[in-house]
């Protein structure tokens, strides 16, 4: 499996209080990605990064910001959560430099913003 | 942008029997990979198989295959001799293979398997 881990797992927090998810890989893949996953929406992509300190918006960025300081740990902030952010939110890693293009997965993060 | 469409929300299809989920994406690029992962009850996003647009033999994977038109820009995925264990959500997605590597995916089709 590849090594990309989601942090928390599972989070509640309240209206207006920022929240911060973590992604980290030990892949050294180049590209990282933050979606949302809503029934009936399939997975959304909020934003995403092609490199250290170099990142760009999805479909799905209002409220939403993002940092890459290192090529290992891509970081979800939001800003202000609200009641409309309770999603499930999954990172991925790709690079087509490993060979075989290939989405890698994490195991997802469940948060209710109550 | 690049776009991928599946237009079946819910498919169901007898254990043993063979189903085709649909999807079709919209690119201007040539050089690209697509993508059906599975989503069980876990979560957990598991690659099915994946098709190369530069390579026009349909990609096979045991019982899961691809029937890819790349003029028409369908990817479809037949599931033959379905099991009760294929139940789940079937996700269509895009990545180009030149410059920017976003991923995109389609809205899923949730599968059934009727024992």
């Known amino acids: 499996d590849a090594g990309i881990t989601q942090s928390p797992r599972h989070k509640v927090t309240e209206t207006g209080t920022p929240v911060t998810l973590r992604c980290h890989q030990t892949?050294?893949?180049?590209?990282m990605y933050w979606y949302r996953q809503d029934p009936g929406h399939g997975l959304r992509l909020i934003h995403y990064?092609?490199?250290?300190?170099?990142?760009d918006k999805g479909e799905v960025s209002d409220g939403y910001s993002v940092s890459r300081s290192k090529t290992e740990d891509f970081l979800l902030t939001l800003e202000s959560a609200t009641s409309s952010q309770t999603s499930v939110y999954f990172c991925?890693?790709?690079?087509?430099?490993?060979?075989?293009?290939?989405?890698?997965f994490g195991q997802g993060t469940r948060l209710t913003v109550v | 942008a690049q776009t991928v469409t599946q237009s079946q929300p819910e498919m169901s299809v007898q254990e043993a029997e063979t189903v085709t989920l649909s999807c079709t994406y919209d690119?201007?690029?040539?050089?690209?990979?697509l993508f059906w992962y599975k989503q069980p009850p876990s979560r957990q996003m598991i690659l099915v198989i994946r098709?190369?647009?530069?390579?026009?033999q349909n990609a096979t994977e045991n019982r899961f295959s691809v029937n890819f038109q790349k003029a028409a820009k369908s990817f479809s995925l037949k599931i033959s001799d379905s099991q009760l264990g294929d139940a789940a959500m079937y996700f269509c997605?895009?990545?180009?293979?030149?410059?920017?590597?976003?991923?995109?995916f389609g809205t899923g089709t949730r599968l059934t398997i009727i024992p």
């Open positions: 991925a890693i790709s690079d087509s430099r490993q060979g075989n293009t290939e989405a890698f």
């Open positions: 892949e050294n893949h180049r590209y």
């Open positions: 990064s092609y490199g250290v300190k170099d990142t």
């Open positions: 690119t201007s690029e040539s050089d690209y990979y």
């Open positions: 098709q190369e647009a530069y390579k026009q």
């Open positions: 997605a895009y990545i180009s293979n030149f410059g920017n590597e976003k991923l995109t």
